[in-house]
């Protein structure tokens, strides 16, 4: 029998999503996300939607907040908000055919980007990475997982974020310059995909600044609603 792994002190428990209507929690591996994937955004952050293959970065698996509270995070006067679509994957592998891709695709649940603008803009300015930005604590709320099995993959879905009841964003699905298999395809030519991976996959345009109090309600056509305090 293998020795018992004797750690120097006792590992962070893992992080999971519940899955609606059921009992079953998902076991997150990673946090990828989409830049600019819908084109009136990367217009209103200065970028061009035509000039260049899709870009990601990660977040922490202990970003994903479940609980319904966002502590509004240190270091920023200019906390913005960014609804997506969360894609979580059950299997995985590399260079993935956009033809197979969302055989690999679990389920889907609404989502929070939450960004640091300010810390955004001075690493553009510098240069640097962003994480400072997108990876802050608690930085992506996540409502549960809804199985493929039960919603199918959203086709002709729209995607909304209501902030104080008053309507901030909205698109459609079809709206994403890359779409989910697109973005699996692409994503697997970079990274080693596997079981537990969950991507997010853009914003679309109307990102704006929260406050302390604010309560944030994101809604995808078909997915379990996801609400959250700013607090």
């Known amino acids: 029998m293998a020795d018992t792994p004797r750690y120097l002190f006792a590992p962070a428990a893992p992080t999971a999503l519940p899955v609606a209507g059921t009992d079953l929690l998902f076991p997150v591996r990673r946090v990828y996300c989409v830049g600019r994937n819908y084109a009136e955004h990367a217009r209103e952050m200065g970028g061009d939607p035509d000039a260049e293959p899709p870009f990601f970065f990660q977040k922490n698996q202990d970003n994903l907040l479940t609980d319904g509270r966002f502590p509004y995070p240190t270091l920023t006067t200019d906390l913005h908000f960014e609804v997506e679509l969360a894609v979580a994957l059950h299997t995985g592998g590399d260079d993935i055919p956009a033809e197979s891709a969302l055989d690999c695709v679990f389920g889907y649940a609404a989502a929070l980007d939450m960004t640091r603008r300010d810390l955004q803009a001075q ?109």
């Open 123 to 231: 690493a553009k300015k510098a240069g640097r990475p962003w994480e400072a930005a997108k990876a802050a604590e608690h930085s992506a709320p996540i409502g549960p997982l809804s199985p493929v099995a039960a919603v199918g993959h959203l086709d002709g879905a729209a995607i909304t974020l209501d902030v104080n009841g008053t309507r901030r964003q909205q698109a459609p699905l079809a709206d994403m310059i890359w779409p989910v298999a697109g973005i699996i395809a692409h994503l697997s030519q970079l990274f080693t995909l596997a079981p537990g991976d969950v991507i997010l996959t853009g914003t679309p345009a109307g990102v704006g600044a929260v406050q302390r109090g604010d309560v944030m309600e994101a809604r995808v056509d078909g997915l379990a609603p996801l609400r959250v305090e700013v607090v």
